[in-house]
């Protein structure tokens, strides 16, 4: 079933089943720009603003969240007027075999899992600590407003593990945590840890930076690339834009980087526009760091004949021609990881970050299709400079200082 809920406890017979990020065709991009498109499968719900609360995930009453269930499960909506905000939460199903009192996850993502990009990227850490034994929900959409609370209520839930895929979580993290010793929480791309159970996890975003920078620059015919974001100012972002700008002038100390900020992570109509903006300018390749909003550069680079970099397979497969690589980021790993510190209770009060040569994974990797890293469209010259500057990274005769400076608007 594609929306559901269950009519029994978690792990039994009416369990949603774990749906595949391709189920939701009608999740496109910007779904999750908007508390009302926010979807409720599975089992009771983790928050909402102004809402009911429940202290266990029993089945939702339909009139009390604003949808109503039809008998074959399918999804009826009678959404209230000032859309209550339903944070999906869904619970994954148990493997056969499983402990009956498994320790249990959360993992809350900003935005769809359809994304095709950062969400989707953060639900292979839910799939991956499910195959690990853990009793996993997840919750989707969860606005920056909800953040805190969202946390709050897995953890008065009893999750021992709770996970915010992305740096916002950060502030949310610190604020609950003392309140719940006996929870570890883990921010997804933050940037420090707290006490002595908030922790944050990233791969190395200046040095996967640098590499799509050098890559850029070997393949700019105009001597202009450039580079579409959002959230200024967020810690990663200044590392990956910053070094993309440093590995691009380390080719070509001439080449002008242009990089330009939107307003939502998740709007590829705003992304497309900024993107046709730099093309417009002379850049011919396109660099950038968004949820759903990454399909936007992709368009606009399949439409003006230009290349640009991805962040999922998905992406290779809208525009096979224009997209270069895509940075692959291993949230399964990395949070599978986690899962392990947290149990043998090492995890806490730390910041752990992946990168090239750092044991057990490097976090993220270059890949345009299955077995094949590049576009065979690439040229053998630039795939050599940056394979040569990955080298010098995982051996440290490079190191990518980057500072806001670095990852400023503007060329």
């Known amino acids: 079933m594609r929306h559901g809920t269950s009519t029994g406890p978690p792990g039994r017979a009416g369990t949603v089943p774990l749906p595949g990020p391709e189920e939701a065709a009608s999740d496109g991009p910007g779904a999750g720009s908007s508390a009302d498109q926010a979807r409720t499968r599975g089992l009771g719900l983790a928050g909402s603003r102004g809402g009911d609360r429940r202290s266990a995930p029993t089945r939702p009453s339909p009139s009390r969240w604003g949808f109503k269930m039809t008998i074959d499960g399918r999804k009826v909506m009678s959404r209230r007027k000032a859309a209550l905000l339903a944070l999906a939460a869904v619970l994954l199903p148990q493997a056969a075999g499983s402990a009956a009192a498994a320790e249990k996850a959360a993992i809350l993502l900003p935005g769809s899992i359809n994304d095709q990009s950062w969400n989707a990227n953060g639900y292979q850490g839910a799939e991956r600590l499910k195959a690990k034994g853990w009793e996993v929900a997840y919750s989707e959409n969860v606005a920056p407003a909800d953040m805190a609370e969202a946390m709050r209520d897995y953890a008065g839930r009893g999750y021992g593990l709770v996970i915010g895929h992305t740096g916002r979580f950060l502030s949310a993290a610190q604020q609950v945590g003392p309140d719940y010793p006996k929870t570890v929480f883990v921010v997804g791309s933050g940037s420090a840890g707290a006490g002595t159970n908030v922790a944050s996890i990233d791969y190395d975003n200046a040095q996967f930076g640098y590499l799509m920078g050098v890559l850029a620059a070997k393949m700019s015919k105009t001597g202009k690339v450039g580079s579409v974001n959002g959230l200024e100012g967020l810690p990663n972002v200044v590392a990956q834009v910053g070094g993309f700008r440093k590995g691009a002038k380390s080719v070509d100390p001439a080449i002008e980087v242009k990089v330009v900020y939107i307003q939502n992570m998740e709007d590829a109509a705003e992304a497309k526009e900024a993107a046709l903006s730099l093309i417009a300018g002379g850049a011919d390749f396109i ?69 090239l040569g750092t044991p057990g994974s490097t976090g993220a990797d270059f890949a345009y299709q299955d077995g094949t890293p590049f576009n065979p469209k690439v040229p053998a010259e630039a795939v050599a400079a940056l394979e040569a500057a990955r080298a010098k990274l995982a051996s440290g005769a490079i190191k990518v200082e980057v500072t806001r400076a670095d990852a400023r608007g503007g060329v």
């Open 287 to 355: 660099f950038g760091k968004l949820n759903a909003g990454q399909a936007g550069i992709i368009q606009a680079a399949k439409e003006k004949g230009v290349m640009a970099s991805g962040r999922s397979l998905g992406h290779s497969a809208i525009a096979p021609e224009a997209v270069a690589t895509n940075i692959i980021e291993k949230w399964g790993d990395m949070y599978g990881s986690a899962g392990d510190a947290a149990k043998a209770g090492t995890l806490g009060g730390k910041f752990q970050v992946y990168g």
